[in-house]
Nanobody, 123 residues
Framework: QVELVESGGGLVQAGGSLRLSCVVS????????MGWFRQAPGNEREFVAG????????KYADPVKGRFSASRDNNKNTVYLQMNNLKPEDTGVYYC????????????????WGQGTRVTVSS
């Protein structure tokens, strides 16, 4: 069974930075494209960033372009999301997800999900 565990969330002031991590177990990380999603209270889950199985391609949602950066270390079975210049609208629960075919921005196409880590950005 593939399991994903996120960490690194917390409370940060606007303009600050956080780095989220997602550790994958029960499978080979290099077999998956990985995505990051977030969900704010009352909102639907939205795509944030994604990275292909070998890190060769990345995708970012428009609101985070230039501020967030996804990376991965397949040898450590870990995916990262570096978040800089955080804004209050970045607040939400962040989830990592694994997809076995190809990098996609659609949440419904991902096969495995973590339980999320909460990010709160104060003004």
């Amino acid at each position: 069974q593939v399991e994903l565990v996120e960490s690194g969330g917390g409370l940060v002031q606007a303009g600050g930075s956080l780095r989220l991590s997602c550790v994958v177990s029960g499978g080979t990380l290099s077999s998956f494209a990985m995505g990051w999603f977030r969900q704010a209270p009352g909102n639907e889950r939205e795509f944030v960033a994604g990275i292909s199985w070998n890190g060769g391609r990345t995708k970012y949602a428009d609101p985070v372009k230039g501020r967030f950066s996804a990376s991965r270390d397949n040898n450590k079975n870990t995916v990262y999301l570096q978040m800089n210049n955080l804004k209050p609208e970045d607040t939400g629960v962040y989830y990592c997800a694994a997809e076995a075919i190809a990098l996609t921005t659609r949440a419904s196409e991902y096969d495995y999900w973590g339980q999320g880590t909460r990010v709160t950005v104060s003004s």
